[in-house]
């Protein structure tokens, strides 16, 4: 549930902030797309971060192996990196933009990560209601 949560965060993110930043798109003079509303942060580098970012943090299976987890980090990495430069290639961002939107993105998926796994620790809780060591006080 929070994973879906972060996602909506994410899309309402980008919206908002461009509304509020209100920076100009460059000049799509190769016109290879066409981009309209405000520039400031990529909306697409902020969705690809986000999902990438949760699909490593808190959907992937944990792997025993270094190895597979710098293999699932580098190609999560290589997407978002991909994703960026078309977006400033195509003319639709300035290179700041993408920054920005890998920026909300590692901020949204770190708090939706964190979320979830304190929800899921044995001490969490989760694991609190309607538990009581032996010696403790009874809670109110």
Do not use: N, Y
Not at 89 to 98: E, I, M, Q, R, S
């Amino acid at each position: 549930m929070t994973a879906i949560a972060a996602g909506a965060v994410a899309a309402l993110t980008s919206p908002v902030a461009k509304a509020l930043v209100g920076r100009g798109r460059p000049a799509l003079e190769a016109g290879l797309t066409s981009a309209g509303g405000g520039a400031f942060p990529s909306g697409h580098a902020l969705a690809s971060a986000t999902v990438v970012l949760l699909l490593l943090l808190v959907l992937a299976p944990p792997t025993p192996s270094r190895a597979a987890r710098w293999r699932r980090w580098g190609a999560g990495a290589g997407f978002c990196v991909l994703v960026g430069v078309d977006r400033v290639w195509l003319g639709a961002h300035w290179p700041t933009d993408v920054l920005g939107g890998w920026a909300l993105a590692v901020t949204i998926g770190s708090l939706a990560a964190q979320g979830i796994r304190r929800a899921h620790r044995p001490d969490g809780p989760a694991a609190a209601v309607g538990s009581q060591g032996e010696g403790d006080e009874p809670r109110p």
